[in-house]
């Protein structure tokens, strides 16, 4: 599933190109999504200026002058810039057209969602969520004071959004490692030291995803169809059996919360 770099280089690909440009119409041609894409989105939609494209969590908004468009890329999803003229393939579910160009979400399992949000409300699906992992309020004292009492593993912790928004299952195990803790450990025993060296780590291995254009596992590409690179550089996530790129133990994996995740036994304790 796309995490926060994913989305976040897709969001920095499409922002330039399309802000401020308004949309000439929407074609919808398989709306059984996750949920129905509106079946009206074309009149709502066409004649209106893209005001910005921004990112929560693993959401994507777009801002119109009346609401805003709410897109979540689910397991599979994308979305592309192309010539609008490009002939769609069987899983291009949905098209944005800007004169010449479509926005083309392209989705093959369809757990995606384009959801419409009219006026400045929130959408229910973003308005509970926790805080952003880049923002400046996200460091060590922030997950000190959050995590006090809380007796779930650290790692299920970061992945709950109700805490921690877009780090997801990649980036967790990745940032558990670098900071050499265990990913079992009750997140209540992180002392202020290990919580600013995990705050620290997270921000830095997202900030290293986003330099190389996010992790391609399967489906993700770029809003230019580019795939990204990071999981190259990854010391622990899916590498179970293989040495550790530090210290040559097998790197381990076990099952938290229905998902695998990877560690190394003696790097993190």
């Excluded at 209106?48 to 908004?61: F, G, N, S, T």
Aim: hydrophobic share 35%.
């Amino acid at each position: 599933m796309p995490e926060l770099p994913e989305v976040e280089t897709t969001r920095r690909g499409i922002a330039p190109e399309l802000s401020g440009r308004s949309i000439t119409g929407v074609i919808i041609r398989n709306g059984r999504l996750r949920h129905p894409i509106p079946a009206d989105l074309n009149n709502i939609l066409t004649g209106q200026p893209l005001l910005a494209v921004e990112r929560r969590a693993k959401y994507l908004l777009f801002r119109f002058p009346h609401g805003s468009l709410l897109v979540h890329l689910g397991m599979s999803g994308s979305l592309r810039i192309v010539p609008a003229e490009l002939a769609p393939e069987k899983h291009d579910h949905l098209d944005i057209l800007f004169g010449t160009q479509a926005l083309r979400l392209r989705d093959p399992r369809r757990f995606g969602l384009v959801l419409w949000q009219a006026g400045d409300t929130l959408h229910p699906l973003i308005a509970g969520l926790g805080i952003e992992p880049l923002d400046d309020k996200f460091d060590g004292t922030w997950l000190h004071k959050a995590s006090r009492g809380r007796k779930t593993p650290v790692k299920l912790f970061l992945m709950d959004a109700a805490h921690v928004v877009g780090i997801g299952n990649i980036y967790a195990s990745e940032s558990l490692f670098r900071a050499g803790i265990d990913p079992t450990t009750p997140v209540e025993k992180l002392g202020p030291r290990r919580c600013e060296r995990l705050a620290t780590c997270i921000r830095e291995t997202l900030q290293d995803a986003l330099a190389a254009g996010g992790s391609t596992l399967r489906d993700f590409v770029g809003s230019n169809g580019s795939p990204g690179y990071f999981q190259q550089q990854y010391f622990a996530y899916g590498r179970d059996g293989e040495p550790c790129r530090k210290c040559q133990t097998p790197i381990r994996k076990r099952i938290m919360g229905q998902r695998a995740t990877f560690y190394c036994p003696r790097c993190q304790r």
